[in-house]
């Protein structure tokens, strides 16, 4: 049996996480998060976060000397050049992380959690590209409750990203989580039982 790692990505606040949590929970599929290696690559006393501190100095800096993320949020939504430095500090920790932790792993199927999987040239670690959609004007909603924003800032933050669109014309699968929650389940239960029959 070939092993399967799923790419798994989307738009921001599309349910990447959903998907993700109900892969792990109902089928116990490892899943690799790349939100959760970002993090670390920043933790206070790392060398990236001191690089951050550099360049951006005692605004991105909290009282405890940790990473204020919404300072730096602000500062790379707003300056692309910036972003790209930013990234280019952060993706290649990811990458090894999700090497590493691959090998320890012998699961037929695992999953990458990646939102900017395209964005970052990280398809070549996948056999499969899954997406993550719903419709604008829901992703624009759901950001906004999630992470406590403006209208303007939701849609500066989804314009940030690689057009949702693009990812879908990509994708291998497409998950569409426009509905409820049991329309996207039932969505996943055909993409995996799909790839058991198979093999």
Known sequence: MSRRIIGLTGGIACGKSTVSNYL?????????DADIYAREAVEKGSAILERIFQRYGRKVKTEDN???????GEIIFNN???KIWLESQIHPYVRECFKRH??????PIVVFSVPLLLEAKLTHLVTEIWVVSCGFEQQIQRLMTR????REQAIARINNQMPLAEKIALADI?????????ALYTQIDRAISSWLELN
Do not use: H
Request: overall charge negative; proline content about 5%; cysteine-free.
């Open 102 to 107: 691959l090998e320890q792993l012998e699961a």
């Open 174 to 182: 497409v998950l569409d989580n426009s509905g409820d929650l049991e």
């Open 24 to 32: 792990e929970n109902i089928y116990k599929i490892p899943v690799l």
């Open 147 to 150: 992470n406590n924003l403006t």
């Open 80 to 82: 692309p050049e910036e």
């Open 66 to 72: 940790s990473l204020n993320r919404q300072q730096l």
